[in-house]
């Protein structure tokens, strides 16, 4: 798939340059965005987690961890890449080309080596660009050869977006890095559903197997990501634990910080609700991602 998408679209170019239409520039950067982007930014002293215990809103707090119950262990895990890179403009707008992949993966217990979860993965590649500015019958060739099927490709597209999005009007007047930001988060959205996907169908396999519910799945990343039906449908995620090594929000601001720095092992956060900036007043029960989570 990788190698057709390139390929196609080096031949559309090539096709069109013998014909005397140069529209279609193709000038790849080597240099993928993932290796550029910046760490998200925050607002320090924003407080948007809610303490879930022992009361809800209650103070932050650490505390220790209770002695192993060994109810519950992890069988598989899930993990997933992405690289993104600019390849060229059409008419001056600009192309982008990711691809990402997913897998789940477990330990063998003879050899204690790493293998695939009955082959769960999932392999993904395509072009990013606003097509819905390209003239018609531009449009209609990179349909014809496969290099556009999917209105996720489509950056004009704002299907997936939550909050504010920019109009029609406001797209016609943006700029080559504005359109830039946008292939940015639809590639990072890309791969979260790639993961989603995979994840999901990892800890259904493992419940299936072990209707006892304690073999678990861990994921690489937070579940926010996840699209709000799963989110919103506990059996799916019911065997599902993900692990956040970075943290680009503040959930409990400056003091919050200051006692998570002195976390010593053994001990750990007491269980918080991580709200978006946008529902940082939702309780347990009003928000739309009931996730529990806790810093180690």
């Known amino acids: 798939m990788v190698n057709d998408v390139l390929l196609g679209l080096r031949a559309l170019a090539s096709v069109r340059q013998a014909k005397g239409d140069g529209a279609l520039v193709l000038s790849p950067d080597p240099l993928s965005f993932e290796r550029t982007e910046a760490p998200n930014e925050f607002d320090g ?5 809610l303490v879930l215990e022992p009361h809800e809103n209650d103070p932050f707090t650490l505390c220790s961890l209770t002695k192993r119950k060994h109810t519950a ?6 993990d997933g890449t992405r690289s993104t890179y600019f390849v060229g403009y059409e008419n001056d707008l600009p192309i982008i080309y990711t691809r990402n992949a997913s897998v789940v993966r477990t330990r063998d217990r003879t050899s204690g080596y790493h293998t695939s979860l009955y082959g769960i993965q999932r392999h993904q590649a395509m072009l990013l660009a606003p097509f819905g500015q390209f003239p018609s019958l531009i449009c209609l060739a990179y349909e014809r050869l496969k290099l556009y099927s999917s209105s996720l490709a489509d950056l004009c597209w704002t299907g997936v977006e939550e909050g504010y999005s920019p109009k029609p009007s406001e797209m016609e007047t943006m700029g080559n890095q504005a359109w830039l ?3 940015r988060r639809r590639a990072r959205y890309l791969l979260d559903l790639s993961e989603q996907i995979t994840s999901v169908t990892g ?7 072990d209707p006892t ?3 678990w799945l861990l994921k690489d990343g937070s579940l926010s990501q996840f699209r709000r039906e799963y989110l919103h449908q506990a059996e799916p995620l019911r065997n599902i634990v993900s692990c956040v090594k970075t943290h680009p929000v503040s959930y409990f601001g400056i003091e919050g910080e200051r006692q998570l720095r002195q976390l010593e092992i053994g ?5 918080f609700l991580p709200r978006p900036t946008s529902q940082k ?6 928000t739309k991602r009931q996730m529990v989570s806790w810093y180690l």
């Open 45 to 49: 002293n924003a407080i948007q987690g």
């Open 73 to 78: 262990q992890i069988e598989a895990f899930c």
């Open 181 to 183: 930001r946008r292939a």
């Open 203 to 209: 800890a259904r396999v493992l419940r299936e197997q």
């Open 213 to 215: 519910g304690r073999s």
């Open 267 to 271: 001990e750990r956060s007491v269980a």
């Open 281 to 286: 007043r939702y309780s347990l029960g009003e």
